[in-house]
Nanobody, 125 residues
């Protein structure tokens, strides 16, 4: 069993930054697990944001965050991060962290078998 807890969300003005964290427990964090961030805005489907493989050597980003967001992980602290810079109003959403314990590197949310409860990010114009 894996537990994921997100933190770091909040209300910011456009152009500012936030850093989200995802703390994992219940299973060795680095056990070949891919970690990912997804988001869901009101009235919209959940969408992939970024993911990172077990040792941090491989990362993927959705086109709409490339150059603005950076995903990272610290296996010693069992924590994953999402540094979000130059935030835009359209980034407003609930952000979820998730893990695919099989180690597959995929953008498909259905492949991720554990999810956090989400943290709200609101960007004002």
């Amino acid at each position: 069993q894996v537990q994921l807890v997100e933190s770091g969300g909040g209300l910011v003005q456009a152009g500012n930054s936030l850093r989200l964290s995802c703390a994992a427990s219940g299973r060795t964090f680095s056990s070949y697990a891919t970690m990912g961030w997804f988001r869901q805005a009101p009235g919209k489907e959940r969408e992939f944001v970024a993911n990172i493989n077990w040792n941090g050597g491989i990362t993927y980003y959705a086109d709409f965050v490339k150059g603005r967001f950076t995903i990272s992980r610290d296996n010693a602290k069992n924590t994953m991060y999402l540094q979000m810079n130059n935030l835009r109003p359209e980034d407003t959403a609930v952000y979820y962290c998730a893990t695919d314990t099989s180690g597959q590197i995929t953008t498909r949310g259905n492949n991720y078998n554990y999810w956090g409860q989400g943290t709200q990010v609101t960007v004002s114009s």
